[in-house]
């Protein structure tokens, strides 16, 4: 059964692959599973069809047969445990592995998001300069102990997982701010994972979409 996402019809972030249903296209392309994509409507994500699917309004959403699913974190975990290939077999490896799932969506992306409200919605309130860089420290000193974690390693345990897959789509929100480029070995981490050829596949797709609605 071939499943179906949603995705924006008019991504924000204009064809740069940081939007959620960048880490569902990205999982399916690392297990070989074919997918088809719905694009969505900011107007619709709003309507009752789609909040059937989503009741938050949001995207990605996943559909298989009867079964719905939101959240990018539950629809890549859900795609590891039926296919081979993201989540690993040992046992406690493969518990590591879901909690860097964890990690990357409960301790490294709520300060990530946190920036982009403060830089994209309060610009023109009268704290905003003070509160930037209070923000931006934060996600300094999160990232600085992933580094010390992360160290010379390739991949945050062992060979390429979940864990990574996700860990990646949240430091990728932080490609135009600079602060990667702060911690050399997580920005090289962050290219060896755009490096894949799974992941090329899925930023080709999702930039086709940005392509046909925004030109370029």
């Known amino acids: 059964m071939i499943p179906t996402i949603t995705a924006f019809e008019r991504s924000p972030d ?7 249903d960048m880490r569902v296209r990205w999982a399916l392309e690392e297990v070989g599973q074919p997918y088809d994509v719905r694009l969505v409507s900011f ?13 938050f309004g949001q995207i990605p959403t996943y559909e298989a047969g009867d079964l719905t699913l939101f959240e990018s974190g539950a629809i890549v975990f859900h795609i590891a445990e039926r296919h081979r290939g993201l989540l690993p077999d040992e046992a406690n490896a493969r518990a590591r592995a879901i909690t860097w799932m964890f990690a990357a969506l409960s ?8 920036r982009e409200a403060a830089v994209l919605l309060e610009r023109d309130a009268p704290w905003h300069a003070e509160r930037l860089p209070r923000v931006e420290d934060r996600i300094r000193h999160r990232l600085r102990a992933l580094s010390d974690h992360l160290g010379n390693a390739d991949w945050l345990d062992g060979a390429f997982s979940a864990g990574d897959l996700v860990m990646v789509g949240v430091l990728r929100r932080l490609i135009t701010s600079g602060i990667l480029d702060e911690f050399p070995n997580i920005a090289a981490y962050v290219a060896r994972a755009e490096a894949r050829p799974a992941f090329r596949r899925a930023f080709a797709a999702q930039l086709a979409v940005f392509t046909a609605v925004w030109g370029g």
Do not use: D, K, W
């Open 14 to 20: 204009r064809g740069r692959g940081q939007a959620r």
């Open 43 to 55: 107007s619709a994500m709003r309507e009752g069809a789609h909040r059937a699917l989503n009741p």
């Open 107 to 114: 301790t490294i992306e709520p300060p990530v998001l946190e």
